[in-house]
């Protein structure tokens, strides 16, 4: 990248040579970096690995489902654990929201959003969509980078209504490359949005490598440009993702608008079950990738710290098991819907076309 | 009862709303210091302050998606939307998020927001500023679509239209912000949607029309009776819902219809209304339904856009041809 | 002659045109090393490389708008948009921008691009992927839509589409990429646009269809026939150039018509077609001319899909019906 | 803006706390600063001249004649003359490319564009949108951004024809707000066109000021987002704006890729004959910016070198009045375009539809 700035120019604005170091605070040995602190108590650790355990718990499930073409094509989150759960960790699920693309569960749990409901809309069920009372997500996103537009505007209007929350908005790699990506950030930039981008740079984007991409050597350097601050955190580090958060919730808390951070992590898995990441993906990526793993390396520095064992791992397994088991089953004993649902939340109040449709639908017409 | 223009009465409805409910907003490109490029929302911003009367950045799909995320908030955005021919940058915002919102979360989140915009030609405008697509918005479902022809509608739509919990986009005839006036109650009072309001009673032939096309339907409706034709004019005022049951009647009434708008023909929403009334009226019809519109080309530049836009003289043609069909 | 399904027609057409045409080249997302997410490009990179193979960043509407920038220095794009609903976000830049360039200069510039796009129900998608948005480009003057139904039309579609001037639409019907399979020649041929085919003799009623409509079409004419009514269905292959003769012809035929397709009623292009209809064949219709479509709301959730999609059975009904009218 | 970024954060990438000082080269005075040189040849800076004057003269002529009513809405670049002719005289018509906006007029006219066309177009006549054959410009571009993706796609396409061109895209501090600004940029970076990004920031996007159209303090911080560099230029200094667009395209041409420029200009007169800025635009800003007016500044240098007085002012000043006369006659004596002209160049050919339309509507229906 160096070369490409020569010949000499006047230019003040230069793209770097080589990316920055990611914050680091817990090493891929599961050792704290020296004079690192995990910023998060025991029981915040131990939370946030339940959660990180339980995503991938609920994706392996998933995944036997699907190939047993019980469930439609879904995105797994295997590898992004970290990303995920050290954001969140950091929110407030009473004030602040989390806003979803489609690889984000074990946010969206944190949250509150009921397993139950994340079950069934894996279910193709319509009622997957229903956000349980109270519950501070907005729904799974489809529409690469559609969702960043909302997220700056649920900040503005809690910043307007003087309410304490913070918006963390979640994207990938891929839909930073969209239009919506940058004028979401240069409005809450203007506005001072409490808003908080994580951008998930999993290094793909379905079979699109990260340097088609994009030209940047950073992704978190775009923050400049719209005038605020950007983070690149190594993604596979809780402690790591937690503390950058942690600040830039800070921040947007005290009005001092949004953050970008870029969150270096991997995508284990398919990009969706309907996909063949060994068309594309190395393996040699995968395997030096599987030695930084995310929920691995905060179970050794627990077991360091004399918190965690193979005994108490299994039992979390078996627990953590019987948890996605039973939401499973409560969506699947939930009623199956018939065609009704399609005229049903269309508008507050059907139309009449949509009335005179409904009837000769179920009229058998 | 006072007299005012179209301008005026949007303007009337945005500052009796804004007055009434604290939650509406309004944001835009040019909206607040300038009070919008046609004045709708001028004094606004000196009288509101610079938190609810909002200039925005230039870039109308967060314009779009972050009003739905106010929405989701409590707040009640109303977006003004410089042109309609730059909706197109907002398509995916409006069409796919804003509109569905409440099919996907099934009722938990929705989408108060309504969308104001100018369109249609006659002002000699630059490329795109004339272009009139409310059939791309009508495939939409979940979008609501208001296109009052006078003051008095779009007062009373508009106020209706902020209120309605669904989206709503509301289009203003350009060419009649200061031409078309009215009496305009002062007070509170709304348009229902979905009710089709009839222009000049008549017997022989049915004119359906909407927005800026309603002027041209009626001063054809007057061409027409000096040759001894009676047209009976309606205007749709809202494109969704349709006023199903008005819409028969009006043409069963007389068995001849003409449609007229200002977009192009192809696909546009007179296919629309002529597919349905076909499907609903077929008996009653007593001659082909005939549509006047824009030719299928692209709005031309200001030199020729007269030839382009639907003329009285060419609905009065149509109106006659179809009194002469058997 | 070979047997192909409708994936490996498309792809025998860009094979083809990219050996015969230097300029040709395809771009989009994951369509070079992966060959497209449906593999439609499948090899195509390995072959010619991938400075005319080309993986794009993911966004849509820089994928259209620079495709009008290579057209203008001289190359061919065939653009693949992975899904016809996230060509919303590129909505201007295909409607308003490439669509019109050739209007906009009188000639001095032209955009000769094929934009390819899957889209349509029946495969369990999530949001979005399954939308039917015909109607929505329509309405943009300047642009041309072809929609083939089987694999043969595929092929010779898609090298008119590419030799075509002008910009195309071709859209591919997802449910059909696998399933729909035929015989194809291997050589170069084309199919003409603004021509139907007649896909089904008969003489009672007329079935209008196009792309994956098309099947179930036919399947209704069997289930028709059992009931002792000859359906005559043609598919429009094209909706823009709109085969209005082929059209008039078919219908004047039996005097009843029955249209089927795959997005919402309102405003669809099976409105365009009834209204054309009705306009230029009024006096052999024996009955009210009927829509087969999917309701006016968003595309489901997967578990509720096959309640939304027209089905054979509701359109061998719609045609028992149209017979029964007087 | 230093502000914002405290409290302390782990972040990287931080915006800066004031604007850089532009690339400067020639003062408000009219001297050259302390080392600098011109960097332009004598017959180039007349050359300079004549087209800011030109144009200049040419939206003095429009203004008067819209006035009268006999013009339509059109945009004047009065300010912007430096930034025009500054870019355009770094590019070779030949084989480089212009893709404007709306408010290019001298830079259009520099690529070889005739008046004559330009005056058609503001009458609003449809010849008005016809390039003349082998002129590399892009049509006039009314819908924001639109025109970026645009130029991308030239220079792209030139590079994979090893066509030794580059693109100049036009666009203001407004437009940068639009997505597509983004995902052109992007695109750019990954495929290292031979393109120049031209941001005229002009203060103003119609009644927008610069900070309601972004939290940055420079625009021109986004190039290392997308991995090229970006500079700030004093859009009022010929001299200056001639350097950085001249080195961009030496790098363009070196196959080093994009550069982004943002040259910091002020719109001296209305948005366009439709607005009025004296609703919103500070007559002190005006003021300010009308001693900075970059023909002056020309002037001056010439003048101090022995090269420009009254005199010859005057003979230009007359010359160049007569060749805008001259190209409003030509313009004028063109023959006016009837309705046929709606249903002419839609397709290459006419499809029956549009036949059936022309003959019904020709033939008086
Ligand atoms: C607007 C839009 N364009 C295209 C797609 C199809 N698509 C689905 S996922 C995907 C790649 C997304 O990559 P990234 O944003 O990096 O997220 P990741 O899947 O890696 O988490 C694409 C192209 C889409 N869903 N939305
Ligand atoms: C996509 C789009 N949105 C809105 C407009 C209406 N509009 C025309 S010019 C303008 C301001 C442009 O500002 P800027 O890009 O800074 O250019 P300037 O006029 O200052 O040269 C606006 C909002 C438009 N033409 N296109
Ligand atoms: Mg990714
Ligand atoms: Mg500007």
Redesign the pocket.
């Given at each position: 990248m160096a070369a490409k700035s020569s010949p000499p120019t006047s230019a003040q604005f230069l793209p770097d040579a080589k990316p920055v170091a990611p914050v680091s605070v817990l090493a891929e040995t599961g050792k704290l970096n020296r004079g690192a602190k995990p910023g998060m108590t025991k029981t915040a650790v131990l939370e946030a690995l339940r959660l990180m355990m339980l995503g991938r718990a609920f994706d392996t499930k998933c995944l036997s489902l699907q190939r047993q073409g019980k469930l439609g094509t879904f995105?797994p989150i295997f590898g992004q654990e970290a990303t995920l759960v050290g954001t969140a960790m950091a929110l407030d699920p009473a004030h602040d929201w989390v806003v979803p693309?489609y690889?984000e569960l074990p946010a969206i749990i944190r949250q509150g959003q009921p397993m139950e409901r994340i079950a069934l809309y894996r279910q193709g069920h319509p009622d997957g969509g229903i956000i349980a009372e109270g519950v501070n997500v907005m729904a799974t996103q489809?529409?690469?980078?559609?969702q960043i537009p909302h997220a700056v505007g649920l900040a503005w209007g809690l910043k307007m209504q003087n309410r304490p929350g913070v918006v963390a908005v979640y994207?990938?790699?891929?839909?930073s490359s969209?239009g919506d990506f940058h004028e979401s950030c240069n409005l809450a930039g203007v506005v001072e949005a409490p808003v908080i981008f994580v951008l998930?740079n999993?290094g793909?984007?379905?079979s699109t490598p990260r340097d088609i991409q994009s030209g940047a050597t950073d992704l978190a350097a775009r923050a400049p440009g719209y005038g605020f601050p950007g983070v690149s955190v190594d993604g596979n580090d809780l402690f790591a993702v937690h503390k950058v958060t942690a600040e830039a919730v800070t921040r947007a808390r005290a009005g001092l608008g949004p953050t970008l951070i870029e969150a270096h992590c991997f995508?284990m898995g398919p990009?969706t079950t309907a996909d063949d990441p060994t068309r594309y993906v190395d393996p040699a990526d995968l395997e030096r990738w599987a030695k930084r793993d995310p929920i691995d390396r905060v179970q050794k520095y627990l077991a360091a710290e004399g918190n965690w064992d193979k005994a108490t791992e299994e039992t979390w397994e078996q627990d953590i098991a019987a948890e996605v088991e039973a939401a499973f089953e409560a969506a699947s004993a939930h009623p199956r819907a018939g065609p009704e649902a399609i005229y049903e939340h269309v508008y507050a109040e059907p139309t009449p076309t949509i009335i005179r449709q409904r009837d000769a639908h179920l009229g058998g017409q | 009862m006072a007299e005012m223009n179209m301008v005026e009465a949007i303007r009337s409805a945005l500052k009796l709303e804004m007055e009434r409910d604290e939650r509406v907003i309004v944001m835009g490109e040019d909206v607040g210091h300038l009070g919008g490029v046609f004045r709708a929302t001028d004094g606004l911003q000196q009288f509101f302050g610079s938190s609810r009367v909002i200039d925005t950045p230039l870039a109308e799909s967060v314009i779009a998606g972050s009003a739905l995320g106010l929405a989701i908030t409590g707040m009640v955005p109303v977006i003004e939307m410089q042109f309609l021919g730059f909706t197109q940058q907002a398509f995916h915002q409006i069409c796919q998020q804003m509109s569905r919102v409440r099919f996907r979360t099934r009722g938990s989140h929705t989408a108060q927001i309504t969308i104001r915009s100018p369109f249609g030609g006659g002002v000699r405008t630059p490329e795109f500023h004339s272009d009139s697509m409310e059939a791309q918005f009508a495939q939409s479902s979940g979008l609501k679509i208001a296109m009052p022809a006078n003051p008095y509608d779009a007062k009373g739509l508009l106020l209706e239209a902020i209120r309605d919990p669904d989206p709503v986009l509301y289009l203003e005839p350009l060419r009649g912000y200061r031409l078309i006036t009215g009496e305009v109650p002062r007070d509170d009072y709304t348009v229902p949607f979905g009710r089709l309001r009839v222009v000049r009673e008549g017997t022989d032939v049915t004119v359906i029309a909407w927005s800026g096309a309603v002027p041209v339907a009626e001063k054809a409706a007057e061409i027409a009776a000096e040759q001894g034709i009676s047209a009976h004019v309606v205007d749709l005022r809202t494109l969704v819902p349709l006023d199903e049951e008005g819409l028969v009647a009006a043409v069963e009434k007389t068995g001849r219809c003409v449609v007229v708008h200002e977009s192009v023909a192809l696909a546009g929403f007179g296919a629309e209304v002529i597919a349905f009334l076909q499907e609903q009226a077929f008996y009653s019809l007593e001659a082909p339904m005939r549509r006047v519109t824009a030719p299928d080309a692209p709005y031309p530049m200001p030199g020729i856009e007269d030839f382009y836009i639907p003329t009285a003289e060419q609905v009065a043609r149509a109106i006659a041809q179809t009194m002469a069909d058997q």
């Open positions: 995105a693309q690889r489809v529409s690469l980078a559609a994207f990938g790699d891929g839909a969209e998930q999993n793909w984007a379905i995508r990009h | -």
